[in-house]
């Protein structure tokens, strides 16, 4: 059963090293990062899943112990994503998932796994999972059931972006959709409202460039009969994407 999730932007400028002189623009956004992985240590999970999006190739489970770096962002930097644990010991809930010990986090799962090690995450084992940013609705919604029913107390960190097109400036350039999207998706985020995450058009998100969109709904699928709450902790929109934080319990 899902007990609490955390909900997190998952871009590398999270990480300072690599943001270099622009890192105090996001103190704001990993503050509030910090704030909502300490509320999963406070549930006392059983078990936690990082979820995120992933290119081709890293779909699927990324077992404790998995390592990524931020080389390809001009970082001599490493993560690793909790502490292994011995073959047999995982709970992987995806039925596309290819455990793989040898497989580089995908950047998401590696900011991630940051978020983790600053907090010294040593609270219950952890297990990552790669989610195809194409999946749909129903798709997703099937994975959080299986992430839910794999312990008695299941724990989600939620990595992902908003869109990409709030500024003419951003990544995607400016999409006058954009700001509607982003603020209906902080409202669901915010307010722990799994059918309107669900409800979200996987069209336009690919559109606005979402990264956040299947990893919400794997979210929204695991909450389904959990009763938990939602307080959004924090939304801006820094370089034109659209980053949120919120804490479910």
């Known amino acids: 059963m899902l007990v609490a999730a955390a909900v997190c932007p998952c871009p590398p400028l999270l990480v300072p090293e690599v943001?270099?002189?622009?890192?105090?623009?996001?103190?704001?956004?990993?503050?509030?990062?910090?704030?909502?992985?300490?509320?999963?240590?406070?549930?006392?999970?059983?078990?936690?899943?990082?979820?995120?999006?992933?290119?081709?190739?890293?779909?699927?489970?990324?077992?404790?112990?998995?390592?990524?770096?931020?080389?390809?962002?001009?970082?001599?930097?490493?993560?690793?994503?909790?502490?292994?644990?011995?073959?047999?010991?995982?709970?992987?809930?995806?039925?596309?998932?290819?455990?793989?010990?040898?497989?580089?986090?995908?950047?998401?799962?590696?900011?991630g796994a940051w978020l983790l090690g600053r907090a010294a995450w040593a609270d219950a084992p952890i297990e990552g999972l790669g989610v195809d940013p194409t999946a749909t609705p129903d798709v997703c919604a099937g994975i959080g059931r299986g992430l839910a029913d794999s312990a008695g107390r299941v724990a989600l960190l939620v990595m992902g972006?908003?869109?990409?097109?709030?500024?003419?400036?951003?990544?995607?350039?400016?999409?006058?959709?954009?700001?509607?999207?982003?603020?209906?998706?902080?409202?669901?985020?915010?307010?722990?409202?799994?059918?309107?995450?669900?409800?979200l058009e996987p069209e336009l998100a690919y559109e606005l460039k979402v990264a956040g969109r299947a990893p919400w709904q794997v979210l929204a699928g695991a909450a389904e009969g959990a009763g938990l709450d939602g307080r959004l902790l924090f939304e801006d929109a820094p370089y034109g994407v659209g980053y949120f934080v919120a804490a479910w319990s």
Do not use: M, N, W
């Open 19 to 111: 943001a270099t002189g622009a890192a105090p623009e996001l103190d704001a956004a990993r503050a509030a990062c910090t704030d909502a992985v300490g509320l999963l240590a406070a549930a006392r999970p059983d078990r936690l899943y990082v979820i995120g999006p992933a290119d081709e190739g890293a779909h699927g489970v990324f077992p404790a112990g998995s390592t990524g770096s931020f080389a390809g962002f001009g970082v001599d930097l490493s993560v690793q994503l909790g502490d292994p644990v011995p073959p047999g010991g995982g709970a992987a809930a995806d039925g596309d998932a290819r455990p793989a010990e040898d497989r580089p986090l995908p950047a998401p799962l590696a900011v």
């Open 161 to 199: 972006d908003g869109s990409a097109c709030r500024t003419v400036k951003a990544p995607g350039y400016l999409d006058e959709r954009a700001a509607d999207f982003d603020a209906e998706a902080a409202r669901a985020l915010g307010t722990a409202d799994g059918a309107a995450l669900l409800a």
